[in-house]
């Protein structure tokens, strides 16, 4: 009782009573906590149905493509663009031949005005022979030449034709659907217009009997070509200099090589098949194998994503094995070796890299790095270097010395984190057996935090391959595949990325084209790229917490 | 608990233990003139972290081929002083010898022309949480010979027999060599360490509280482990379970707020200490 007294006169209400006056809620019948956690909730919720509706978006606008890229590919085989390809291949090795016989003649000619020092015109008049020979040649593809020309137009002027028909039956549609919800007298003004447009349904097997009929033609141009040819190469010039006449050789090898071509080719037109349908899994395959992303062309459109793929690898990769030494030595370093003053100067530093806004990089990679790569690529001292000198300032590399300045402070941070977790212990025991630090780090440290370093250098992938500004501005954005079979010059020939040219090509795309669609393609290709990374990163930083226990 | 399950495993009873060393002999801490079986002479020794001194004015003689054991409250500097006879401090920004000298076969380990890394392949240092590396039992006794170039398959072998014989571990283990270390149980893994430690062939061991991670029977087998080596090392052990210092010691140094408050032989320390301190200290009525 006494106790019960005491509390009171303190102000404090008798147990029972205390504990039974939970308040009520002061937010819409909630109280703090509640509010707090509904809170919480709310927000986590919100982000996760955003971030699942930009993935359905994506995925929903680039599924789109694969139709589309199939009603491409069925009109390229039925107006007969593939049989003209076909034939245009022929085309294209000839000239391909052309091409050596001027590199021929430009080797030659070096060397009568270089180490014969004859004067300008001498050279010329010594060069005279083969100049007629590579005359001759060149006009033995002239027929052909013709001929192909008027098989393209008849092709092309078909494909037109399909093409405006299909606007016009989108353009009916349009129409008609509007009649729905209109007034009668709108309806019937509607329809009115709809009936002026006659949708062209095209005959392409009729269509392509014009094309056919010039069968008869191609052979016999074919025919007198490779008489011509023979004909030819019995008086080819030959030359003293026994490389120049290897290459003469080569050249007749080739030669050789395109009269079976011409055969081949002959046959492959004769068994094409116009009516074959398109496969689905084709479609598709033109996407993910396609070597070719040509878009708005008057002839045929492709979306192939390997040369932006490889282009965007290239640099990745480029990048990477430039930021992978810089930051693990300097996370090893800072961690392992630095006075505490050098950690406190050192970690904010390199992290401070990541400040920098990436157009800021580029701008400073155009004006500044591509520039100063080129010139030190000129000196002649450096020539042995494959890929010197540079033909272009921006190429991947000048782009991958940027982003991975790009990726060091991720690879710093994360691997710098990976090493502090290896236990103290663990480094005592290795200088107690009489270890030297060098020791240490290289068997111990290490070893000891690699899953975490392989961790921070796949994220620092991630982080190079999302990467768009500095591509955009520094890669030289030439769509090519690189050759890796050429050798290491092919670093410094520029190429596409996957995120350059989304960037690139999305502002000036017509919605929901192909062309469109073939952009969100390569968008969800990315954002799998970037997935598996994150997914195989979680994976070995989940393995590594339980190997260290 | 530790004292009866320690005392009911076939080690030596403490009175066994505690029998008389001869020639080494000082009381309070007063050395008397060298004598061959000095292994480290410690000698006027201050030792500061920073601003903080750590130890004041130490001095004593550690015996060779007998045990030594430190003991004394938490912070009174056992491990700092043990950490300074195989320079381990020297990892530790601003923490430095400020006077005095340590000497080993005469040589001043603090001279600027002593080489650590020789230092440390002979006075070796097992610690007070079992350390293997996260590798195969194996590279963790061979890594000591391996850093120093050593790479002949036949020689490792004969080595990692011989340590894990050493550490009383080879018959439990001998099959699992390649596997990892980490799937040892705790004593076992300090067992490792230890035959990590006696593959280098130190002179010299240093043990820093090698059983207060350990169950009674690990450290009973532990205990036992250091009364065999003692016939081959030097060992000096820092404990603050006393019966495990009159166990396993030759001799005893008390240590109390960064000064040695008295060094004798073990059972003098247990029997009759001199210091009242140290009577308190080791009847259980300390502070
Ligand atoms: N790394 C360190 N930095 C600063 N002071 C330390 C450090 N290690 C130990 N000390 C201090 O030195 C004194 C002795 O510590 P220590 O030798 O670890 O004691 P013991 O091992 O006897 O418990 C303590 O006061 C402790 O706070
Ligand atoms: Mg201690």
């Known amino acids: 009782m006494s106790a019960t007294t005491e509390n009171r006169s303190l102000g404090r209400l008798p147990t029972r009573e205390a504990l039974l006056q939970k308040r009520r809620g002061w937010f819409f019948g909630m109280s703090g906590d509640q509010f707090v956690k509904y809170l919480f909730q709310g927000n986590a919720t919100i982000s996760i149905i955003v971030l699942g509706l930009i993935t359905f978006t994506i995925f929903r606008d680039a599924v789109g493509f694969i139709p589309m890229n199939h009603a491409s590919l069925a009109v390229y085989r039925l107006a007969g663009l593939e049989y003209v390809d076909i034939y245009r291949e022929q085309l294209t090795t000839h000239s391909t031949m052309s091409r050596y016989l001027a590199s021929v003649r430009a080797q030659k000619l070096d060397q009568l005005m270089n180490k014969e020092g004859l004067a300008p015109a001498a050279a010329m008049a010594t060069l005279a022979e083969f100049d007629d020979f590579a005359n001759r040649f060149a006009d033995t593809i002239n027929e052909q030449e013709t001929l192909l020309g008027s098989m393209t137009d008849l092709v092309t002027a078909v494909k037109e034709r399909q093409t405006v028909s299909e606007d016009i039956m989108v353009g009916k549609q349009y129409l008609l659907r509007a009649m729905a919800g209109a007034t009668p007298e709108r309806a019937a003004e509607l329809q009115r217009a709809a009936d002026v447009l006659t949708v062209e349904v095209i005959d392409f097997k009729a269509e392509f009997q014009r094309v056919l009929a010039l069968r008869p033609e191609i052979a016999a141009a074919n025919t007198s070509q490779v008489a011509a040819l023979k004909a030819l190469m019995a008086g080819a010039p030959k030359f003293a200099d026994s490389d120049l006449q290897r290459r003469m050789e080569k050249f007749q090898g080739f030669v050789q090589g395109y009269c079976q071509e011409v055969e081949v080719t002959a046959q492959k037109m004769a068994a094409w098949d116009q009516s074959k349908p398109i496969g689905w899994l084709e479609s598709f395959n033109a996407f993910a194998f396609g070597r070719k992303w040509v878009t708005a062309s008057f002839w045929q459109d492709w979306y192939g994503i390997i040369p932006l793929l490889s282009g965007s690898l290239l640099i990745a990769f480029l990048a990477l094995l430039i930021a992978l030494p810089l930051g693990v030595a300097a996370a090893v370093y800072v961690n392992q070796v630095a006075r505490p003053v050098e950690q406190k100067i050192i970690k904010p530093y390199i992290e401070f890299i990541s400040a920098i806004p990436s157009v800021v990089l580029g701008f400073f990679g155009i004006a500044m790095l591509g520039e100063t790569l080129r010139r030190v690529s000129q000196i002649p001292a450096l020539d042995w270097v494959p890929g010197f000198p540079m033909a272009e300032r921006l190429n991947p590399t000048t782009a991958a010395c940027l982003l991975a300045l790009m990726a060091i402070p991720t690879i710093f941070s994360l691997a710098e984190d990976a090493i502090n977790n290896v236990p103290r212990s663990f480094k005592e025991a290795s200088f107690a057996l009489g270890a030297t630090r060098l020791q240490t780090i290289i068997h111990i440290i290490v070893p000891a935090a690699l899953s975490g370093i392989m961790a921070a250098i796949l994220l620092g992938f991630g982080r190079v391959i999302g990467e768009t500004m500095v591509v955009l501005l520094c890669a030289g954005n030439r769509i090519q595949t690189p050759d890796l079979t050429s050798g290491l010059g092919v670093i410094f020939q520029p190429v596409h990325t996957m995120t350059g040219i989304i960037a690139q090509e999305m502002g000036e795309v017509v919605r929901n084209s192909i062309h469109y669609r073939a952009l969100f393609m390569v968008g969800v290709v990315l954002f799998l790229i970037s997935l598996l990374i994150n997914w195989l990163a979680q994976k070995i930083v989940r393995r590594y917490r339980i190997s260290i226990g | ?287």
């Open chain 2, 1 to 287: 608990m530790v004292t009866a399950s320690a005392m009911s495993a076939p080690s030596p009873s403490v009175q066994s233990l505690l029998r008389p060393v001869v020639s080494v002999g000082s009381v309070n801490g007063a050395p008397t003139p060298l004598a061959p079986q000095i292994a480290i002479e410690i000698d006027d020794v201050d030792f500061c972290y920073g601003a903080s001194k750590a130890l004041h004015d130490i001095t004593l003689n550690i015996a060779a081929r007998q045990v030594t054991a430190f003991i004394g409250p938490s912070g009174c500097g056992k491990s700092t002083l043990l950490r300074c006879l195989n320079r381990m401090n020297d990892l530790i920004d601003g923490a430095r010898v400020t006077d005095g000298q340590i000497r080993i076969d005469g040589v001043n380990i603090y001279d600027p022309r002593v080489d650590v890394i020789e230092l440390r392949k002979r006075v070796g240092m097992v610690f007070q949480k079992s350390n293997p590396f996260p590798k195969s039992i194996y590279d963790n006794i061979t890594y000591g010979l391996r850093i120093q170039g050593e790479s002949n398959k036949a020689r490792l072998d004969e080595v990692v027999e011989k340590s894990l014989r050493g550490a009383a571990l080879w018959d439990e283990i001998k099959d699992r060599l390649h596997e990892s270390a980490l799937g040892m149980s705790g004593g076992q893994q300090q067992r490792l360490c230890i035959a990590r430690a006696i593959a280098v062939e130190p002179e010299i061991i240093l043990m820093d509280e090698p059983c207060s991670a350990l169950d009674p029977i690990a450290t009973a087998k532990v205990e036992e482990l250091i009364h065999d080596l003692k016939k081959q090392f030097t060992i000096v052990i820092v404990t603050h379970n006393m019966q495990q210092a009159a166990r396993v010691s030759d001799r005893t140094a008390f240590f109390y707020l960064g000064k040695l408050i008295e060094y004798a032989e073990t059972k003098v320390i247990f029997m009759q200490p001199a210091n009242a301190q140290t009577e308190a200290y080791v009847s259980g009525r300390f502070g």
